[in-house]
């Protein structure tokens, strides 16, 4: 099983700043990569997948970037509803796995 | 509008057996993995198991093998998580999600359910 590890666990950034979160496979999931938001009391939500394709709707501040087993999200600039728990996924391999999120909270 | 309303929330003792449901609409419901992921309280996701309500090919991660029935009804456009006995630590919320691609090839999760909440206790 793949393991994705993402860092950092919680991350505090100030409104209109960027935020950088990473993700890291145990081994290669080729471009096999999304990225969720998940907020309090809700279902997961894509954002991207394929590494760095945005899902419908989502806005063009949020980016995606790696190959391989090295990955980021990038938030460009934050807004305040982007503050939420962050999830990578891989769905190369069977079974697709997730990352144990990141925290990205006010600061 | 693609949809996946899932049945409402649960309180169960241990030991007892438990169907939860998962109706898709809005799509070709038997042209796409449906697939069942655990969120305990507090942590992440797990993916527990995926079936194609094509065929009924159902595949479960190694972590689940055993604990739980995935199957589902085509006719109503209906997944179902079934547990024989539960346990206190099945306690979870269980989402359901449509994965993207085709029978032979599955992906991400591009649509969810809203989750529903069950409670195990004595």
């Known amino acids: 099983e793949i393991v994705m590890t993402q860092s950092p666990a919680t991350l505090s950034v100030s409104p209109g700043e960027r935020a950088t979160l990473s993700c890291r496979a145990s081994?290669?999931?080729?471009?096999?990569l999304a990225w969720y938001q998940q907020k309090p009391g809700q279902a997961p939500r894509l954002l991207i997948y394929g590494v760095s394709i945005r899902a419908t709707g989502i806005p063009a501040r949020f980016s995606g970037s790696g190959s391989g087993t090295d990955f980021t999200l990038t938030i460009s600039s934050l807004q305040s509803e982007d503050f939420a728990v962050y999830y990578c996924?891989?769905?190369?391999?069977?079974?697709?796995?997730f990352g144990q999120g990141t925290k990205l909270e006010i600061k | 509008e693609v949809q996946l309303v899932q049945s409402g929330a649960e309180v169960k003792k241990p030991g007892e057996s438990l169907k939860i449901s998962c109706k898709g609409s809005?799509?070709?419901?038997?042209?796409?993995?449906i697939g069942w992921v655990r969120q305990m309280p507090g942590k992440g996701l797990e993916y527990m198991g995926i079936?194609?309500?094509?065929?009924?090919?159902?595949?479960?991660s190694p972590s689940f093998q055993g604990q739980v029935t995935i199957s589902v009804d085509k006719s109503i456009s209906t997944a179902y998580l079934q547990w024989s006995s539960l346990k206190a630590s099945d306690t979870a919320i269980y989402y359901c999600a449509r994965l993207s691609g085709n029978r032979y090839s599955f992906g991400w999760g591009d649509y969810w359910g809203q989750g529903t909440l069950v409670t195990v206790s004595s």
């Open positions: 081994q290669s999931v080729s471009s096999n």
């Open positions: 809005g799509y070709t419901f038997t042209s796409y993995w």
């Open positions: 996924q891989q769905y190369n391999d069977w079974p697709h796995t």
């Open positions: 079936i194609y309500p094509g065929d009924s090919d159902t595949r479960y």
